[in-house]
């Protein structure tokens, strides 16, 4: 049985809360646009629950690169909310190490960095060297 989807109410509405190719979670506007321009603006609040959807998403759909450019963001929302130690580790985790050594050089106590040595994107670790393979005789 097929349903008369001119029937339906508000079907654009229902529509545009449905995920596409473009977004696993639907959702209205471009959140790191909006969590850069709140952090430009000084509005903390917003800047920080944007900066967390778009890292959220690019979690989800396993963008790898666009997470590490969103936790880049989520540490300068961060540095500018009074959260330098927080900042610092995401920073770090983000791969802006200058930015991270910058924050914390200004820290009154240490950031624990021990958590990056688990992230399965960070450094590689060094491996034990195998011994040549010998050729049968």
């Known amino acids: 049985m097929e349903t008369d989807l001119s029937q339906v109410p508000n079907l654009s509405v229902v529509a545009k809360g449905l995920p596409n190719q473009e977004r696993l979670l639907a ?13 430009h603006n ?3 609040r917003d800047a920080f629950e944007d900066s967390r959807r778009c890292l959220q998403e690019a979690r989800l759909a396993g963008h790898l690169c666009e997470e590490m ?3 880049w963001l ?3 929302v961060l540095s500018n909310a009074d959260e330098p130690k927080e ?5 770090a985790a983000a ?3 200058k930015k991270a050594v910058e924050l914390a050089a200004r820290l009154s106590e240490l950031a624990d960095m021990r958590y990056l040595l688990s992230r399965p994107f960070g450094p590689p670790s060094p491996r034990p060297r195998r011994s040549p393979a010998r050729r049968p005789n």
């Open 27 to 39: 959702g209205s506007g471009e959140p790191a646009l909006a969590a850069f321009e709140a952090s």
């Open 42 to 44: 000084g509005d903390v």
């Open 69 to 71: 450019i969103y936790l």
């Open 74 to 76: 989520f540490g300068d």
């Open 87 to 91: 900042a610092v580790e995401v920073l």
């Open 95 to 97: 791969g802006a190490g």
